[in-house]
DNA sequence: CTTGCCATCAAACAAATGTTTGATATACTT
DNA sequence: AAGTATATCAAACATTTGTTTGATGGCAAG
């Protein structure tokens, strides 16, 4: 690490510090030690601060959008499997905390906290995904729908992940532990999350003997 | 405002600055200013900077408690009608943003980046409206769940809420000026909710003309 | 009146932070 | 070899920040 370029350390130290503890709670210093250059580098190279960040973000989702590869299914997935498979990916970007590298925590602070470059970010990274869900929601609705409603149950698709990485302490608190460490699993909440919006399409029903036929357990 | 209690004087002054900027962005100067007092005062009175916000972050929550009349609905209201108010609600103090008080702001901030004063906060205010929902929940399941089930789903109303608070900026970005004039007031927002829970937990459909009988717009 | 307590105040303090400066070394050009 | 542009560095700078200090004034009790 140490025989890059001077402003690709700066940048590749900067991401995981600014993901951690955001814009104002990074310190240059701390950055710079992390780097292991001066501190007068970051204004040499970057101008000043803000101007490290926005091209941080610029770096991490650039990084991000060749690392993704967006699940590549065969003609003969099922909507409901492909809808399955997608909040899985979704749902395990947000919360595998452990593994979850930088350019993930970055992002997501500048959808909660945008500066100016969470435009750029959007339309090359986020709109993509977005587009792909809702030609999935689309496959699974049982007729046409106006976009602007396939839209939103797209936000309740995202918006049900997100909720547990932004507000997993709530969570932690108003449920019981038996409960927390028995269904509360990435792979038990993408199930619950897929199950509920199939059900809500009318793709599927969340009961297992619902009046429905059971149509939601299939292929997969 | 400035015959009151110099101490009572600092809490109401701090609780917008803290909601609007955060705990580590507010400054005591600024709050001092506000709140017309020496900047020694918070230091004499509350000790130091942290113990201020804790202080406020109860005061805030005490107030809102009061405010807030849970809903009260006859026996006859169909739990349908409820969830359908119970969401408005939620989603109206999430997104009225021109009126939102300071306290709302200040609580959300917490959820997003809970302190010690987060547990506190979770059991006086939000666990029972939590409960409230899960009773709707309950009314609304064609069957007995288990709690945890309910409560995923308890989850999955106030994500799909506390999105559009959240990333809203994103939302703004990915659907068209045209579709977000017509289609994204709260009630809107609201009535798509209600209608995708509604759906998705069996008690109706989202769409007019679905195989299912339909019954999402009983009574109402 | 004096004493002691309490609240308030201006000023100072110490630490942290983003930025600038001037020197120094290295590499490339002429 | 001389000169020039570039990158790096330690040090200093100017602000801002939370906190502390010591003085001042009011006020009730003795």
């Known amino acids: 690490m140490s025989d890059e370029d001077t402003r690709t350390r700066i940048l590749t130290s900067a991401g995981p ?6 814009f104002a709670q990074a310190t240059v210093r ?4 992390a780097a292991d250059v001066n501190v007068a580098s970051i204004n040499y190279h970057f101008g000043d601060k803000e101007r490290l960040y926005i091209e941080t973000v610029r770096c991490a989702h650039r990084l991000r959008v060749e690392a993704v590869q967006l699940p590549a299914w065969t003609e003969t997935t099922t909507p409901a499997t492909k809808l399955r498979g997608f909040v899985r990916m979704l749902l395990g970007r947000m919360l595998e905390q452990a593994e979850t590298p930088w350019q993930s925590q970055l992002m997501l602070r500048e959808v909660l906290n945008p500066t100016s470059a969470c435009r750029e970010l959007v339309e090359e990274h986020f709109r993509p995904h977005f587009e792909m869900l ?3 929601i689309r496959e699974l609705a049982p007729m046409a729908l106006p976009s602007y409603q396939v839209h939103q149950i797209c936000f309740s698709v995202v918006g049900q992940c997100l909720y547990y990485r932004v507000a997993w302490k709530i969570v932690t608190i108003l449920e019981s532990d038996a409960a927390l460490a028995t269904h509360y699993s990435i792979d038990k909440l993408a199930e619950h999350i897929a199950q509920f919006t199939l059900s809500a399409v009318g793709a599927g029903s969340m009961f297992p003997m619902a009046g429905t036929p059971d ?6």
Chains 1, 2 share one sequence.
Do not use: H, P, S, W
């Open 134 to 136: 809702a030609g999935i």
């Open 215 to 220: 149509n939601n357990k299939a292929i997969d």
């Open 17 to 22: 510090i600014f993901a951690e503890k955001g």
């Open 30 to 33: 701390e950055i710079c030690q």
